[in-house]
């Protein structure tokens, strides 16, 4: 990628960003037009490519743009000061929810780069996906109450098997051709919490607290 691209206004460079975001999203990675891309960013095919090397270059910096908003918006003061396993789950699930829904074309895009397995670009999704989910883990959950879990359960794992029920259930809705809708798999998604919080919890701590009046 050409440092130039950082020199550009912040409105520019959003507009790029947002323009490609969209295509991105409404497309499969290799029908995606670079053509159209420039045309809703307001710049010429030849000044995006002067910027961006290539489509695939283009593609990861706005995944990865996205990655970085979403653990900005998300990891906030509050995020940082939750110990509870389960609710700092539920926190960062509601704060992506809200964050997704303020802008369709970052839903289109992140469901088409997470789920999508035949893309172009699924391989350099994935390689990067797998280095960052144990740091991140780390980072994030750094500060959670351990003493909590029964003896012998590992809280990572509880996490890795959770997304894996997240994957399956997004693979199921693409496979039945359903829509998929946001707020009820959020909804899903904590009725599995409860469900773990009692299986993996000593049994003071199996009541979900946070919903008490």
Partial sequence: MNDKFYTLSEEKQLRIINAAMEVFGKNEYKKASTDLIAVKAGISKGLLFYYFHNKKELYLY???????????KIADTHFLEITDFFELLKYAGTGKVKMLEKNPYIMEFAMRAFYSEQEA??????????????????????????????????????????????????????????????????????????????LVYKKEYQVDHTDST
């Fill in 62 to 72: 706005v995944y990865n743009y996205l990655m970085e908003i979403m653990k900005e």
């Fill in 121 to 198: 670009v699924s391989d350099a999704l994935k390689t990067m996906n797998t280095a960052q989910e144990e740091a991140l883990y780390q980072m994030y959950f750094r500060n959670i109450d351990t003493d909590k879990f029964q003896s012998g359960i590992e809280p990572f794992k509880i996490y890795k098997m959770l997304r894996w029920m997240g994957d399956g259930y997004i693979h199921d809705i693409q496979m039945s051709g359903k829509t998929f809708n946001i707020d009820a798999m959020l909804e899903e998604f904590n009725s599995w919490m409860d469900m773990m919080r009692y």
